[in-house]
C-alpha cells in the first residue's frame, strides 16, 4: 500500500536541497509503550518538526540529538570515521549532551519545537495590545486595530486554498489573538474568493516511503486546527466575501457570526473528493438545519447560495457584495466596542455545553479521514484535479 501511494503522491515531491541532514522527527516510530504525562507533547513537537520551514543544519542538529538523547539516551554508538562528516556531525551532537536525562532533553526538545514554530510564525502574530496594522507573512495576514483582530487568507491567485503551513499559521494567529487586547476576530479572504478549501497540493507534499507517517502527522495538524476554533474563547466572525469551499465552510458552524457577500456560495464537495466532512459539521450541520438538507451538502456536495445557506442557519446575514464591506466593517466595529467580558462569558455558557462533545466529533471526523486520504477514491479525485492543471 505505501508504494503504490508513494507513487501517486510522490510524483511531485521535491526534496529541499537544504536538506543535508534529515529531521530526527522523519525518523520516529513511537513505540507506544511506557506512554509518560509529557509523551503527547513530545510526539506533537516531533509532527510539528515535519512541518517547519527548514531551520537549517545548525538547529537539525541540534533537534536531532535531543530527539536521540530523549529517545535512546546517552550516545553509546560507534563514532563515525572522520570521512564521514554529517553522520560525525550529528554524532558530536548528540554525544555532547553527555548523561542529561530523557526526561530533560524530550522537553528541551519540545520547548525548541515551540520556540521555532513561534518564530517562523512571528511575522504573522499580532501582538498583545497591538492597536495597528501588523506585517504578516505572505498567506496570512493578521491585523489588529480598534479592539478588531482581522486574520485574512491572503493567496487570492489560489482562492485562498489552505497550505498545511497556513493551517499551522492561523492555529497560532488564533492563539494570539485569544490573548491579545482585542475584543472580537474576524476570519475573511482576500480577493474574489472566501476561501477554496484545503489545498489539494498538500497530499503531494509527501516524501517517499512516509506516506503513513505523514497522514498521521496531518490529521493531528487538523484536529489540532478545529480545537482551536471549538475552544476560542472570543466572538469569532467570519466575513464571508466570495465562494467557500470544504473546510472553510464546515468550520462556519463554530463561529458566533457569518456576514456573507451575496455573491458567496458554500460548497463541500467530499464525496466528489473521496472524502468525508471535518470541522466538527457532521454533528453541527445536522443539528443547525435538520439531516435533510445537512446530507443534501455533506453527503451529495450540494452547493448553497448565500440566501440558501442563511435560510438553512449557518449564514447570519447577506449583504448586497456592493456594499457587504462598508455595512460588515460598521457593524463590526459597534460589535468591538461591547463589554468584551459579557461577550466572552456568554460565548462561553453557549460553547461549554457542548465543548466535550465537539471534541469528540473532531477527535472521530480525523479519525474516519486519515482512513480517507489512503483510499483509491481520493487519491483518483485528487491526481483528477492536479493533473488537469498541470494541463491547463
Ligand atoms: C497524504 C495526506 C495529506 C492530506 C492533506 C489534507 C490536509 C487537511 C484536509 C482537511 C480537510 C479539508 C477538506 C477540504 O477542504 S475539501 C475541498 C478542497 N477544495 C476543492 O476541492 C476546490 C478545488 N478547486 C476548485 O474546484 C476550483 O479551483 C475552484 C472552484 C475553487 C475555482 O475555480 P476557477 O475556475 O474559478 O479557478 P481555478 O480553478 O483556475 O483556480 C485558480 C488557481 O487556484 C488553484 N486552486 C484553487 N483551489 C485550489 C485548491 N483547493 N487546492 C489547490 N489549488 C487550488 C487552481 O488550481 C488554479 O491554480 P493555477 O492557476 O496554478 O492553475
Known sequence: MAQRLAKHWCLSAIRSPLQVISFPALQLHVSGTAMRADQKDFENAVTRVKLLKDPGNEMKLKLYALYKQATEGPCNV??????????????DAWNALGSLPKETARQNYVDLVSSLSSSSASSSQVKPGADKEQQGSENLVVTSENGITK?????????????????????LALKAASKDDSTITVLTGNGDYYCSGNDLSNFTDVLSGEIEEKVKSIAILLRDFVDCFIDFPKPLIAVVNGPAVGISVTLLGLFDAVYASDRATFHTPFSQLGQSPEGCSSYIFPKMMGPAKAKEMLIFGKKLTAGEACAQGLVTEVFPDSTFQTEVWTRLKAYSKLPPNAMRISKQIIRNMEKEKLHAVNAEEVSVLQERWLSDECINAVMNFLSKRAKL
Request: net charge positive; glycine share 2%.
Open 78 to 91: 560507534p563514532k563515525p570515521g572522520v570521512f564521514n562528516l554529517i553522520n560525525k556531525a550529528k554524532w
Open 151 to 171: 486574520i485574512m487568507l491572503n493567496r487570492p491567485t489560489k482562492k485562498n486554498a489552505i497550505t498545511t503551513q497556513m493551517y499551522q499559521e492561523i492555529i
